[in-house]
């Protein structure tokens, strides 16, 4: 796909190729907004199965970071980075030229972690850069935004927002879904947990008194709170209909595997909160200190649940499904 087609389907701004000969780096940054302030979005390193499917993950991701930067009202656009694996690449030397070049960009662009891409890559990078968000815990920050976004929307579903005696299941017990787990149980809700993983199954399931199912079995479980905290994709019509839950709420990115999907859990009563809406509480703590240069704790990204509930009021008022209405919201935001 020729380049400017790629920045005109996904309304980007700028594409910066980066090539360092040295560590065999082959980097594609996409900006695809700094109206509302500099661009903000994680590395993914992944092997692509062509130049041009990296040039248009990139892109598109980038626009979903502006997207969720608008959503939260953050002074912030969306930006992402796309590192292309290949058997050439030294690693370390690599993230290091990769800091150089993000910090030739003079502040326009903030980065930090995404899939694929570990806190020793960022540790090289930022080495190199002042605009890498190295010390941020993405996995706590998310987890704390979700607990507020479950909140919200446990409070519009059913009038209270408490957590305590609710059933919520959870899909994926990696960097969030571990520590959104720990949050949960502290608050008094009962847990049913499943991951591909075994030991962090056994783990959470001692920590936290968690019922412990088979990953297949975990979205249909009966529950108050159902959090997709693995995979993209995982709300087909089929599993739609199979669910038996109040609400979703998880921190996966593009959970809805198509737009129809939304619509057929807002007719069935279930409350989606939007993933993007959900899972910000990473952006919100990196691009107040980085961005912003104020030192926070995680308190900073409970306001999370306000904007929940704005977009499921909006929903409700609209007749809308609250995928659209985020959308729609961050859209207006970016105009
Ligand atoms: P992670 O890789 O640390 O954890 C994912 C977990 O899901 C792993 O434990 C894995 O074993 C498990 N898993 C994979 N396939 C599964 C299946 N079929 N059934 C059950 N479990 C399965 O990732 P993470 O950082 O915890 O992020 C989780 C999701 O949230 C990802 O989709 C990620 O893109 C998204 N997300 C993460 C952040 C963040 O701050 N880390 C922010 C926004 C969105």
């Known amino acids: 796909m020729a380049v400017f087609n790629v920045l005109t389907e996904y309304g980007g701004e700028a594409i910066t190729f980066v090539h360092d000969a040295p560590s065999g780096l082959q980097a594609i940054v996409a900006i695809h907004s700094t109206r509302r302030g500099p661009a903000f979005g994680g590395i993914r390193t992944l092997s692509y199965r062509s130049q ?22 953050l002074p912030a656009g969306g930006g992402k980075t796309v590192v292309i694996k290949h058997d050439g690449m030294n690693r370390q030397a690599a993230f290091h030229a990769l800091g150089r070049a993000i910090e030739r960009m003079g502040g326009s662009y903030f980065t930090g972690l995404d899939v694929g891409t570990s806190a020793e890559d960022l540790k090289a990078l930022g080495a190199e850069t002042r605009y890498a968000a190295v010390k941020l815990d993405f996995g706590k920050s998310t987890a704390r935004g979700l607990v507020a976004a479950i909140e919200a929307a446990l409070k519009f579903a059913t009038g209270s927002a408490s957590l ?11 960097a969030v879904g571990s520590e959104l787990a720990r949050l949960l149980h502290k608050g008094g809700a009962a847990l049913t947990v499943a991951d591909t ?3 962090v199954t056994s783990t959470i399931a001692e920590e936290c008194g968690a019922e412990v199912v088979a990953p297949a079995r975990v979205l249909a479980t009966e529950c108050d709170v159902l959090c ?17 839950c109040k609400v979703v709420a998880g921190s996966a990115n593009n959970q809805l595997a198509g737009a129809g999907v ?3 859990l807002a007719d069935a009563g279930i409350t989606y909160v939007p993933d993007y809406v959900a899972n910000a509480g990473a952006l919100i703590k990196g691009v ?36 659209e209405v985020a959308e729609q919201l961050a859209r207006e935001r970016l105009a």
């Open 262 to 264: 939304g619509r057929q």
């Open 197 to 199: 993983n075994a030991a």
């Open 164 to 174: 305590d005696g609710r059933r919520i299941a959870i899909q994926g017990l990696g």
């Open 228 to 244: 997709p905290c693995a995979l993209g994709s995982v709300l087909t019509a089929q599993v739609a209909e199979s669910l038996q």
């Open 52 to 73: 041009s499917a990296a040039l248009t993950d990139a892109a598109r991701l980038a626009q979903a970071m502006s997207f969720k930067a608008a959503v939260a009202d």
């Open 288 to 323: 107040t200190e980085y961005v912003q240069g104020k030192e926070v704790g995680y308190e900073v990204v409970d306001r999370i649940g306000a904007t929940v509930a704005l977009v499921l009021e909006r929903a409700r008022k609209e007749r809308k499904p609250t995928h």
